[in-house]
């Protein structure tokens, strides 16, 4: 008897990146006949919000956050192909998953997925914690006031990420190394003058 093997718990988590314009050239090509369900999620992940806008409806402005999509039933209906039963079955059912979000407001299909979160967040909350990493690390170790964080993120943001690791991890051997403290380059120009590559 063969044994299956589970992916781990972790594995089921997080969203796979799928291109807008893959998914467009996809959609265009085989929009003739109704969407699976698959397809459908696709379709929905592909209408939600990657980043936050505003709409105005009956002249009110609502603000639509990310992984949030305010349309009509009859857009989701056009967009899976679908009746509108279908729909509302459909997204009744991804709610119960404890996938999605969904209410009607003001005759819109208000869908938010649940834990979404954008690969170009995800990139820049880990390009803040690297940054905070080096400015705490810096700071802890030469023990200078933190000053010009703008102009240092700046700098950090112009490194490629091996010089990035080099940066944090050589902070104590150029501090080590100087043979005078007070000449201890503030955290900007440690970064701007790649001081972490001096032997």
């Known amino acids: 008897m063969t044994k299956s093997i ?4 972790g594995w089921y988590k997080g969203f796979i990146p799928l291109s ?14 109704p969407a699976t369900e698959t397809e459908a999620y696709c379709i929905l992940m592909a209408n939600v919000n990657y980043r936050e806008s505003s709409l105005t409806f009956g002249g009110k402005p609502i ?5 949030d999509s305010f349309k009509s ?10 009746s509108k039963t279908r729909v509302r079955r459909f997204f009744l059912s991804l709610q119960v998953l404890g996938l999605i979000e969904y209410s009607t407001e003001m005759s819109l299909a208000h869908v938010h997925v649940v834990d979404y979160i954008p690969p170009s967040v995800r990139q820049q909350e880990e390009r803040d914690r690297q940054f905070e990493l080096f400015w705490d690390s810096y ?3 030469t023990q200078l006031p933190k000053r010009s964080i703008g102009k240092a993120k700046r700098e950090w943001c112009k490194l ?3 010089e990035k690791k080099l940066a944090i991890r050589q902070i104590p051997f150029y ?3 100087l043979n005078n403290t007070k000449y201890c380059k503030q955290a900007a120009g440690y970064l701007a003058d790649k001081r972490f590559l001096d032997e």
């Open 160 to 162: 490629p990420a091996d």
């Open 63 to 67: 603000v639509c956050p990310v992984g």
């Open 73 to 82: 039933l009859d857009t989701w209906k056009r967009l899976f192909r679908w």
């Open 6 to 9: 589970q992916p781990s718990q």
């Open 139 to 141: 700071h802890e170790i």
């Open 20 to 33: 807008r314009e893959a998914y467009q050239k996809l959609h265009r090509k085989y929009c003739k006949q």
């Open 175 to 177: 501090y080590e190394g």
